[in-house]
């Protein structure tokens, strides 16, 4: 069983910022990729790719967060970050780890960010 557990949410103003933190524990499928991801208040279904990076430390990011947002990891600490800088409402969600898992990906339960302006 797999548990990812994310930390580090909360609420700023706009301008702000905050770090995530999503340690992955348990019986670990693989590592090749850990990534975010994120649903606005109201999207009750649809999670948006916010940032991810490979093991070999190749990242990707949406167009949205370019330049305010940088995601890392510690391969020994199994652990994925995202750094978030310049904060903006409309970055205001919840925000999700994955990774891959033997048939579709594993989902941590989120955590909130709110940014007020």
């Known amino acids: 069983q797999v548990h990812l557990v994310e930390s580090g949410g909360g609420a700023v103003q706009a301008g702000g910022s905050l770090r995530l933190a999503c340690e992955a524990q348990?019986?670990?499928?693989?590592?090749?990729?850990m990534g975010w991801y994120r649903r606005a208040p109201g999207n009750k279904r649809e999670r948006e790719m916010v940032?991810?990076?490979?093991?070999?430390?190749?990242?990707n990011y949406a167009d949205s967060v370019k330049g305010r947002f940088t995601v890392s990891r510690d391969n020994a600490k199994k652990t994925v970050y995202l750094q978030m800088n310049s904060l903006k409402p409309d970055d205001t969600a919840v925000y999700f780890c994955?990774?891959?898992?033997?048939?579709?990906?594993?989902w941590g339960r989120g955590t909130q960010v709110t940014v007020s302006s």
């Open positions: 348990g019986n670990i499928f693989s590592l090749a990729w």
């Open positions: 994955a990774l891959p898992g033997p048939v579709s990906e594993y």
């Open positions: 940032a991810n990076i490979t093991s070999a430390g190749i990242t």
